[in-house]
């Protein structure tokens, strides 16, 4: 039975460089970084996308993704300089106007010692409680701030609002408190949880981002930015609700619920890099145990295949060989039983040293690699670059 889903060429192109480079060998196809960018802007054209580093911080994925006139969402200061990296060499006038359009700070929890090392660019970062507000008053006075609002999350694949976001309620108070202190609230943000599936929590996130808007200007501020957060899905399979159709809905009521002149931004992470990579891994270990076969590779959950255990996501695996499929195990490097990437994989009958590739393994996996039992994370080759 024929399992192959991308085309012998690219096939044999994989192939080669694993051959070249070793495994396990993490590809990032740098067209395809292009490729996401383009698709979003031209759904989403009153929004600018903040790419969410976290999702995979390689700097050369921010250096494309700069040069095609991507922003972009860290959440630590190392983030922050993987991304101010491409902007120091722009003369310091411009640099400083420009720092707002392409970086916000979006951790709602930043150490002081962050704010002291982030104050001096004057960055726009995000709160959601009071204790930070005036952490950020006393550490970080020329921050521009966004209030980040608790929203619904309900059947996104990663939830976030137990941790993060102001109650609605609780947000024009907020908005109030800060500009009392001097500071001065520009935008407003939120997160529908990653990989959403459920489009109505994007539709009720910009009607309380609305009412909240309202009530403050009513009240004397008046607030400019809108940050509509990440969460746009990746079809990883069937299931997977169309973003076109995402993009279709939210652009309805940008212009219903908002004024013109606001400023929408977003902040994708997975959607600009999930379908960016592919892992080559290779087979190190064969058994059977209990009538099953056992594969045991040289890539596992604590490393490029940690988004099973962190993101919750799966990732099938292919077989560069033809053959009938059957159920077996795979397992990671690791002396940790834990390490388990699939009791019930289906791949064709393969031998030691044979190849085994996963697509689709661009977010939330090499970003949180560890190098546990003393295996480093995946080495990584860049294409289309
Ligand atoms: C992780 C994160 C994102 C990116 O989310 P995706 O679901 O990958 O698009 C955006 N904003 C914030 C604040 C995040 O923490």
Redesign the pocket.
Not at 193 to 196: A, I, L, P, R
Not at 229 to 232: I, L, Q
């Given at each position: 039975m024929k399992q192959l889903t991308i085309e012998e060429t690219a096939l044999d192109n994989l192939k080669e460089i694993a051959e070249k480079n070793g495994t396990p060998v993490f590809i990032i196809d740098h067209e395809k970084i292009r490729q996401n960018y383009r698709i979003f802007l031209e759904a989403l054209p009153r929004v600018q996308a903040y790419f969410?580093v976290?999702?995979n911080s390689n700097p050369e994925i921010v250096k494309t993704l700069y040069n095609v006139g991507a922003s972009f969402?860290v959440?630590s200061f190392p983030e922050f300089m993987v991304v101010y990296e491409n902007i120091k060499s722009l003369p310091e006038k411009e640099r400083q106007d420009f720092i707002w359009d392409k970086i916000i700070y979006?951790?709602t929890i930043k150490r002081i010692e962050t704010l002291h090392e982030l104050d001096p660019y004057k960055p726009l970062v995000?709160y959601d409680n009071i204790e930070e507000l005036k952490k950020i008053k006393d550490h970080a006075p020329h921050a521009g701030l966004v209030l980040?609002i608790r929203v619904p999350n309900t059947g996104s694949m990663?939830e976030?609002s137990s941790k993060?976001g102001a109650h609605p309620g609780e947000a024009v108070d907020l908005i109030i408190e800060a500009f009392k202190t001097g500071l001065v609230v520009e935008g407003i943000?939120f997160?529908v949880?990653?990989?959403?599936n459920n489009f109505e929590n994007y539709m009720q996130a910009l009607q309380l981002s609305a009412s909240i808007m309202k009530e403050s200007e009513s009240r004397g501020h008046k607030i400019k930015i809108l940050d509509i957060?990440?969460?746009?899905p990746v079809k990883y399979n069937s299931k997977v609700k169309s973003f076109r159709t995402l993009a279709r809905k939210l652009n309805t009521e940008f212009d219903r619920l908002f004024p013109k002149d606001i400023e929408i931004l977003a902040?994708?992470?997975?959607?600009m890099v999930a379908n960016a990579a592919t892992l080559v891994t290779k087979i190190i270990g064969k058994a059977v145990r209990d009538g099953k076969t056992c594969y045991y590779l040289d890539d596992g959950v604590y490393h490029t295949f940690s988004g099973i255990v962190f993101d919750h996501c799966t990732y099938p695996l292919k077989a560069f060989k033809e053959g009938e499929l059957k159920v077996c195990a795979v397992f990671g490097p690791t002396c940790d039983a834990f390490d388990t990437i699939s009791v019930a994989e289906e791949l064709p009958e393969l031998e030691i040293g044979d190849l085994l590739y996963a697509e689709n393994i661009g977010?939330?996996s090499i970003a949180s690699s560890t190098y546990f039992n003393g295996f480093p994370p995946a080495k990584v080759v860049h294409i289309n670059k």
């Open positions: 969410a976290k999702a969402d959440a979006a951790n995000t980040r990663v976030l993060f943000s997160h949880g990653s990989q959403c957060g990440g969460g746009f902040e994708p992470g997975r959607f977010a939330y």
